[in-house]
């Protein structure tokens, strides 16, 4: 820079002031291991006024965070920390309990696994669940938990996610299955897509003896009270109320869980109208094809909606799209997938939009 006339000091017009980007507002980093934890803070801080931020498997920092959750500008409604070994569980716990831009978070992927589990502690998880302002809310709509230490008492208080629609809890072997069933009857029933990959003793298949047993549980212990509707045949209800169960729907809106390959392999062609849908990559799906949003139109002012609808008919366009994706074996496109881990920053819809190309790829194909 220049230098003054009375020999020392540069003007003020030629001091170097920090380089901002007000009006961008979502930043996807995914994958930038390259760039040193320094530099990366001092880009991500020139964007004051982010909504969307993907910081997963990078060198992001606890300083980061720290300055993070001092911004008095930024508002995130999607994050994602998956698989960054330099965070620590003080850092992520303080950042969403005290830091503001995480208050009216909508979108948070804490997502770990076996060879980068979550450094979050059961009293780390503890705190969240009591504290943090985006899980008290009860606004998020997508939340990967995988490879933390959730166990049975953390979900009894776990607070009401009435809009949670994509839930990630791979990888916590020690999770009863009938711990994750009543959670989402009673506190998340509108959870759509399930990810339990090597999660639960009841779904785990060591030797080939065991699959069977996996397969009976997760139909029994979770599909079948969560997606089935009530049975008619009710010992110990009274006419009024065995009626008025036999005309209930199913009780949550679960249509698509993820699970470990060695079950899903052992689950064949599937049951019912449960089929396996595999993605182009190492990812695969047990789904109900025969469930999906559907166009609806009011009786009374003919306004279009949509709709979740089960027990959709064979000749259905959703149930034959389905399908043909369950048919295809993998050989499918990129953007072929549920419970993405890679934030699309493009549209603004974060961990739940459609994405393709090499986006769809590291979202949906690959199990890292």
């Known amino acids: 820079s220049s230098e003054g006339e009375g020999g020392?000091?540069?003007?003020?017009?030629?001091?170097?002031?920090?380089?901002?980007?007000?009006?961008?507002?979502?930043?996807?980093?995914?994958?930038?291991?390259?760039?040193?934890?320094d530099v990366l803070e001092s880009f991500i801080l020139a964007f004051p006024?982010?909504?969307?931020?993907?910081?997963?498997?990078?060198?992001?920092?606890?300083?980061?965070?720290?300055?993070?959750?001092?911004?008095?500008?930024?508002?995130?409604?999607?994050?994602?920390?998956?698989?960054?070994?330099?965070?620590?569980?003080?850092?992520?716990?303080?950042?969403?309990?005290?830091g503001r831009c995480t208050f009216g978070l909508k979108q948070l992927n804490l997502y770990g696994d076996a060879t980068?589990?979550?450094?979050?502690?059961?009293?780390h998880l503890s705190t969240l669940l009591t504290q943090a302002p985006c899980f008290t809310s009860g606004a998020l709509e997508y939340l990967d938990l995988s490879s933390s230490p959730l166990s049975a008492l953390h979900l009894s208080f776990f607070p009401q996610q009435p809009k949670l629609r994509s839930l990630g809890l791979s990888y916590i072997r020690n999770l009863p299955i009938r711990a994750i069933s009543d959670f989402l009857l009673t506190r998340a029933p509108s959870v759509e897509v399930l990810t339990l990959i090597s999660t639960s003793p009841e779904l785990a298949v060591h030797i080939s003896g065991r699959v069977f047993n996996a397969s009976m549980a997760l139909h029994s212990l979770l599909i079948q009270p969560l997606c089935m509707p009530?049975?008619?045949?009710?010992?110990?209800?009274?006419?009024?109320?065995?009626l008025r169960m036999s005309m209930q729907g199913p009780r949550t809106r679960l249509r698509v869980i993820e699970?470990?390959?060695?079950?899903?392999?052992?689950?064949?062609?599937?049951?019912?109208?449960?089929?396996?849908?595999?993605?182009?990559?190492?990812?695969?799906?047990?789904?109900?094809?025969?469930?999906?949003?559907?166009?609806?139109?009011?009786?009374?002012?003919?306004?279009?909606?949509?709709a979740l609808r089960r027990s959709l008919p064979p000749g259905h366009p959703v149930r034959k799209a389905m399908e043909r994706l369950a048919d295809a074996r993998g050989n499918v496109s990129s953007g072929t997938g549920w419970h993405s881990r890679k934030m699309e920053v493009l549209e603004g819809h974060g961990m739940l939009g459609r994405e393709d190309g090499l986006y769809g790829a590291v979202a949906f194909a690959y199990q890292g």
């Open 8 to 37: 020392g000091r540069g003007t003020p017009s030629s001091r170097k002031v920090p380089l901002q980007f007000p009006g961008l507002q979502r930043l996807g980093l995914m994958g930038v291991r390259s760039v040193r934890s």
């Open 49 to 98: 006024n982010l909504t969307h931020l993907d910081l997963s498997c990078t060198r992001v920092s606890p300083e980061l965070l720290a300055s993070l959750a001092s911004s008095e500008t930024l508002r995130l409604e999607a994050l994602a920390l998956s698989r960054c070994t330099r965070l620590t569980g003080d850092s992520i716990t303080d950042l969403l309990v005290h």
């Open 116 to 123: 980068y589990p979550s450094p979050l502690t059961a009293d």
């Open 230 to 242: 009530p049975s008619h045949f009710c010992v110990g209800l009274d006419p009024e109320e065995d």
């Open 259 to 306: 699970l470990a390959v060695p079950l899903l392999n052992g689950l064949g062609a599937g049951a019912g109208t449960w089929r396996i849908v595999r993605s182009k990559g190492g990812r695969a799906w047990y789904v109900d094809v025969a469930c999906g949003w559907t166009a609806e139109y009011g009786t009374a002012t003919g306004a279009q909606g949509a």
